[in-house]
């Protein structure tokens, strides 16, 4: 009954939803990923710190006792609204792509990950009126981008006497924008105009986190991350560089009874580094973003803490690249979801729904995202 | 929960995996790098490279013959000569001559003045010998009344179609073929109306030149029964001979006359066009020096061609997708606008040809119109009048600009 229930959400949700377009990652270098597995999206993303199966926190790689591999996707389906209309956007993205596993008999594991770092997918549409030639000409314009930035992580973690985890991340950050520029006119004897060019990025960047287990209940962990900065390339010409972010990240971990964990944790990264360098390229600018999460895992059967566990959440955060000057966009967000573990526990299903809401000013979208995280430990 | 289950799961998952990413843009706050600019702008042709260059179609080539009573304040004429028609026929291995019964002739009529009634081809027997270097003056004796074989009207309900006209009885000795002219019939025509007016009649470089049509009747002795025959001969040569032969005035740019005229324009393409812009439109803009006379409600094709190579008159041209075509009526003296975004897009910058173009006639008028446009070159006093090509164009699109 339970699988039944669960196949027929499957089946259901995605042509309710289908993924993710925002508005809000036209600008800048697009809307931030998060690199979280979708047990920890379940729950808001407030165990993300302390999740060997999401790339935020390298420490918790040495929590890895079996080699794993994690495959997810996500899909949303969005209303999107703005002074312009309003819209339903959808689509699917696959955020997060993870092996990691022990090195036996020295404490340490290691990891390799595929995250989005920040998404560029939007096609936008807009029309006016232009004088040309002495007379009005009604133009539409489509501008149309796929594609933005990944984050490829090698990690590795060491784990001293249980209570302490550390590790060290080294990220490169690559991708590319195709980016098209349709431009029709109402008056057919101006031709219809396509332009394209192709972004490219290239960075590097660091990351180390730790991870203090004080007691059976209660554990805390951090993150320091530094991206340096993005080399943006325009058809292989070198057209800016854009500095990334500082990242820090705290989280708490409490489990007050046996079936009920909780966490939170805040990370803050410091856009504002990019600001001159976007602003310097025409852009409207970024700002420093922090996103809190507050969530809690609680598990029926703590024998078997895989089955039918019920996870929920809630975030808000800030998002870093803003539709016009002055302005913030924020966004909240909460979300409930559950997972399975079968075959002596070397498969595990995990599923996620997140209600979303996006502002800024006049420009809004609100949706759902579901998100499905898939592991095989062979 | 079986495995099954989730495969086939993640396929539901997966196979609902639609994309729809199309939203209404708010500019400026949804447009990174702004929107495309559009810039406009006038380019003139190289100073003193614009010329025109006569000769490309000869009248004798041409797809039609004109013919006129003054049109163009002088009157022009037609001829024709047909090829021999034997006195005899082959008939059971023995020559046998015919008697001829009676002759049709044959015309079409492209195009005509509508709304002028009363017209009429005459028809006159000229001297068998006529060819390319036959001018006006030299035939000009032949149209008088002796050597009229016969008059054609023109119906008033007629605007394109065939003329037929039928010589029988005592006339035929009008156009009786005898050895002396090698059984050669030679024609001329000219028009006849109350008004000032012309037509212009299909030519044999065409396929619709005339026709000359002989029935006759074949007397076989030892049979004593009589057999019809028809002898039907379409012209070899056919030319329009104007009693005024046209001037080229290579201070303006000509198109059309008789030979054909066609100009040849340069133009310098800047490299911010050919290099990076996106051409939307492209009008080449001319300026009649006169209104545009002809035929009244026979309108010219004008034809822009590019070039594959700057070799002067003898340019080759692209006529596959760099041609740019308008209609001008006659009595237009409006700034001609040829839309020529195509030939500037794909032949000028999309195969790097030269930024020159070839104007002409259409090719069913080239030689084969009364209308002759003429317009003012950059070797113009005044620059308002110049040729110009007025390029509107986007610039390179900001992509980097987030």
């Known amino acids: ?378 | 929960m079986k495995p099954w289950y989730l495969v086939l799961g993640g396929a539901l998952l997966l196979g609902g995996c639609q994309e729809k990413l199309t939203s209404p843009g708010d500019c400026p706050a949804l447009c990174p790098g702004g929107s495309p600019q559009v810039v406009d702008e006038v380019l003139s042709p190289i100073p003193g490279s614009d010329s025109s260059f006569v000769g490309y179609v000869q009248p004798q080539a041409a797809p039609a013959l004109l013919v006129s009573n003054g049109l163009e304040g002088f009157e022009e004429r037609a001829i024709m000569r047909f090829p021999p028609r034997s006195d005899s026929v082959a008939v059971r291995d023995t020559l046998r001559s015919y008697t001829v019964d009676s002759v049709a002739f044959g015309f079409t009529v492209l195009a005509r003045d509508s709304m002028a009634p009363g017209l009429q081809l005459l028809l006159y027997r000229l001297p068998p010998l006529i060819d390319s270097s036959t001018s006006y003056a030299q035939v000009d004796p032949a149209f008088v009344p002796e050597n009229l074989v016969l008059t054609v009207p023109i119906p008033d309900t007629l605007r394109t179609g065939v003329l037929r006209a039928v010589v029988q009885g005592s006339d035929l000795a009008r156009i009786a073929l005898t050895p002396a002219d090698s059984g050669v019939l030679s024609l001329g025509v000219r028009l006849d109306a109350p008004s000032f007016t012309g037509v212009r009649l299909g030519a044999s470089a065409a396929g619709n030149g005339g026709v000359f049509l002989t029935y006759a009747t074949l007397a076989v002795p030892d049979t004593g029964a009589a057999r019809l025959r028809t002898f039907p001969l379409t012209a070899t040569f056919n030319t329009s001979l104007p009693a005024v032969p046209e001037v080229l005035d290579s201070t303006v740019l000509t198109v059309g006359g008789n030979p054909s005229t066609r100009s040849l324009i340069r133009f310098d393409l800047p490299s911010r066009i050919r290099d990076s812009a996106t051409v939307i439109r492209a009008t080449l803009e001319l300026t009649p020096v006169a209104p545009l006379t002809g035929l009244a409600t026979d309108p010219v094709r004008l034809v822009a061609r590019g070039i594959l190579s700057d070799l002067g008159a003898k340019s080759p041209v692209e006529s596959r997708f760099g041609v740019a075509i308008d209609t001008v009526p006659v009595g237009s003296s409006a700034t001609e606008e040829l839309e020529m975004v195509r030939l500037l897009q794909q032949v000028w910058i999309g195969e790097s040809r030269p930024a020159g173009l070839l104007l002409s006639l259409s090719p069913e008028l080239e030689a084969a119109s009364f209308s002759r446009p003429v317009f003012y070159s950059s070797r113009a006093a005044d620059p308002a009048v110049r040729p110009r090509l007025r390029v509107s164009y986007l610039r390179s699109f900001p992509f980097e600009n987030p």
């Not at chain 1, 495959?71 to 312009?84: D, K, L, M, Q």
């Not at chain 1, 595929?114 to 314009?141: A, C, H, M, N, Q």
């Not at chain 1, 960075?203 to 993005?230: E, K, N, T, W, Y």
């Open chain 1, 1 to 378: 009954m339970r699988a039944a229930w669960l196949l027929g959400l499957l089946a259901i949700v995605p042509g309710l939803a289908g993924a993710q377009s925002s508005q809000f990652g036209v600008r800048g270098l697009g809307f931030p990923g998060r690199g979280l597995n979708a047990r920890v999206i379940a729950s808001g993303g407030a165990f993300g710190l302390f999740d060997s199966e999401s790339s935020l926190n390298p420490a918790t790689l040495a929590g890895v006792t079996a080699l794993t591999s994690i495959f997810t996707a996500s899909g949303a389906y969005r209303t999107v609204e703005n002074p312009a209309g309003t819209a339903s956007t959808r689509d699917t993205r696959f955020p997060l792509l993870m092996v990691v596993g022990p090195v036996r008999r020295t404490g340490t594991a290691l990891g390799f990950s595929y995250s989005g770092y920040t998404d560029r997918d939007f096609s936008i549409v807009s029309s006016s009126t232009l004088d040309l030639r002495g007379g009005p000409v009604g133009v539409t314009d489509t501008f149309t981008s796929r594609g933005g930035l990944s984050d490829l992580r090698a990690a590795g973690a060491y784990r001293i006497h249980d209570r302490w985890l550390l590790g060290l991340g080294v990220h490169a950050i690559t991708g590319s924008n195709r980016v098209e520029s349709r431009r029709s006119f109402a008056d057919s004897t101006y031709l219809s105009s396509v332009q394209k060019a192709e972004i490219s990025f290239a960075g590097f960047g660091i990351s180390g986190g730790a991870i203090r287990q004080m007691g059976p209940r209660f554990a805390i962990a951090a993150l320091v991350r530094s991206d340096g900065h993005v080399n943006v390339d325009r058809d292989s010409a070198r057209v800016a560089t854009i500095d990334l972010p500082y990242t820090f990240g705290l989280g708490i971990r409490w489990q007050p009874v046996p079936k009920l964990g909780l966490a939170t944790q805040t990370i803050l990264r410091t856009w504002s580094g990019a600001n001159s360098d976007l602003m310097a390229q025409g852009g409207v600018g970024a700002n420093n973003t922090f996103e809190v999460a507050l969530g809690g895992e609680f598990t029926p059967d703590v024998q078997r803490p895989y089955r039918r566990p019920l996870r929920f959440g809630g975030r808000y955060g800030r998002l870093p690249f803003p539709l016009e000057p002055g302005t913030e966009a924020h966004e909240y967000g909460v979300s409930v979801g559950s997972g399975m573990r079968f075959a002596q526990q070397r498969g595990g299903v995990d599923l996620a729904v997140e209600p979303v809401w996006r502002s800024e000013g006049l420009h809004s979208e609100h949706g759902f995202i579901l998100t499905l995280g898939i592991s095989v430990r062979p």
